[in-house]
């Protein structure tokens, strides 16, 4: 293994890391994507208009599919900074930047202060980690109470201080009320197999583990009134279509075991290769030393230290489980890349040791040249604004990472994985999120209307936006039955976010309505190539209408 003595992990690691960083902080500011991040922070958003903070209220109903802890962190973040997409990213993005010390100490526990070192680093620009930064939803939370909670759980094996049981249960705590009771399974899954291979049987009846256990669903208290209020109370709502819908049943078996099975009121189609390839990308720029990586450990791994398949164990079993389950998403595997990161980081030091990492060197050049190919053909189809200075920067980051004298295999490893992080990232996060903005049609609309303004009702019919809810600056009504227009038009002034023809339709029946913007519209979040194609974007983007509708009797 790399000695800790030679300067340059000790030397580059705190820049590289800085730089990393950096990399990921644009999306703070950038806005809010459709459609999963922007109905969370309307849902947070809700939150604080009411000042409850017990029912969750979405897509214009009581919402029963995510747990509390997300929405309360964005809330809170609310209430220090405004209704912001900044202020809905922050407590995530602080989240994240936690998994980063969890991810260290982990590493530096089981391996080294070199595997830890590169481990973070792999991990802070590792793609789909960032694009979770950009598009909040609830990984960036999810990753860092997994990551957390594990650390303290290895401390509680070392039998170190009694606080860590105090702290691996609150943060296993909060992973529950992010996502769900699975998250148990990431975490036991480990410890399970490790004590099955090294036969510490006693441990499985161990006093500290079942105080874990027990202290963890203490801390839970808090989403499971919050669900029993809002709907175990409250049998006559209807719910997915029905009613004496129990919020803690859902809570404990549909949203999660109802999913893996299929079973639930939220389905899906499976696929077990749906993350095998999903991995190649999403853990870019790493994904090749991930597979060489997991190999190695597989057939010529010699230190094989039991400790460690506490996180190989995890791994495993939460990867078979994403695979088995027919609801599959690629950002569920965000929570697995401080792992993969230790695994890939372990594998690169190994090589290095050996010098055998120049292969994986050449990878890293050939992806280099590979996406700014990427970017460069992107940009000619696109003609994005400002192409021509994307493409000088893409082009002045390839040639420096190409210049520069490296020490060793490892120092060009993670420079042109860094220089890649870089030029993807600033393509993304200054050019091409902002161009695709630009067709996000209900939050351009939303910032039509005035502050002044945000007494007047506001309601979104024929084409619903959660981030014209979001970026309207009071609550909007979704109205989903033409029934219910009369009676929104009836309470004019106010103002409505709809399609052209229904827009047309109002103003010929004689709707005295005023058009405040006319966007354009495309769903961003699945490009096609004639929406890429500047030549073709014409004729696949709609408009979506704005009015402002007067009051009758004021004219």
Known sequence: MMNIRDPFLNRYFPWLLLAGILLNMPGLWLDIIEPDGALYATIAKHIVLHNDWVNLYGDGHDWLDKPHFPFWMAAISYKLFGITGFAYKLPAFLFWLLSLR?????????????????AVLIYTVALHSTLANFDVRAEPYLTACIIGAAWHMLRV?????????????????????????????????????????????????HYRWWLVLALCFVFIIPELYS??????????????????VSGLRFFFWDSQFGRFFNTGPIKGKGDVTFFLHTTLWAFLPWSLGLVGGIVYLVRFEKNRDAIRWVIYGSTLVTFLLFSMSKFQLPHYLVIEFPYFSIITAYFFTELARRSKLNYFVTVQTVLLVA????????????????????????????????????????????????????????FLFQFFYPFLLQYQSGMQAARVIPAKDSHLPVAAYGSFSYSFEFYSPG??????????????????????????????????????????????????????????????RSAVVEPRYLLYIHDEDTM
């Open 157 to 205: 094996h070392a039998k170190a201080h009694w606080s860590h049981m105090l702290w691996a249960a609150l943060l296993a705590a909060c992973a529950i009320m992010t996502k769900g009771v699975f998250v148990l399974i990431t975490l036991a899954g480990g410890w399970v197999i490790y004590w099955l291979i090294t036969r510490q049987f006693r441990e499985f009846l």
């Open 371 to 426: 996406t700014l190919l990427f970017i460069s053909g992107l940009l000619f189809i696109t003609r994005i604004e400002n192409g021509i200075v994307a493409a000088a920067i893409s082009l002045a980051i390839v040639f420096a990472a190409s210049i520069i004298r490296y020490r060793n295999a490892m120092q060009q490893l993670l420079f042109k994985g860094y220089a890649l992080a870089a030029m993807l990232y600033i």
């Open 227 to 244: 669900l029993y209020v809002q709907f175990d109370l409250h049998p006559e709502k209807v719910v997915f279509g029905r009613t004496h």
């Open 102 to 118: 969890y991810t260290y100490l982990i590493a530096r526990d089981l391996y080294s202060d070199d595997v830890a070192k590169i």
């Open 475 to 536: 609550e909007v009504k979704l109205i989903k039955s033409g029934k219910y227009l009369d009676d929104f038009i009836d309470a004019a002034p106010c103002y409505l976010y709809t399609t052209a023809a229904i827009a047309d339709s109002l103003i010929r029946s004689g709707v005295d309505a005023e058009v405040q913007a006319s966007p354009k519209h495309f769903h961003v979040t699945r490009l096609k190539y004639g929406f890429l194609d500047e030549k073709k």
